[in-house]
């Protein structure tokens, strides 16, 4: 559960990013390769923070 309430969040944040590069003048290329980018750090780092412990360890 806490993974997805992460994942909003970083979806929101990932879209103001994405409309700041836009009114900045950005190619709409260049936001949508900075977007997969951060997409895929989002994921990973979610992942990495919501993973639970292995109890055998």
Sequence with gaps: ??????LIGFAIFL???AWALITAGVAILYVAI???IL???GIL???SRTRGKDPSS
Excluded: D, P, R
């Excluded at 559960?1 to 992460?6: D, L, P, Q």
């Design 45 to 47: 780092t979610g992942v």
């Design 15 to 17: 879209g103001g990013v």
């Design 34 to 36: 900075a977007s997969v």
């Design 39 to 41: 997409l895929g750090i």
């Design 1 to 6: 559960m806490s993974f997805v309430i992460y």
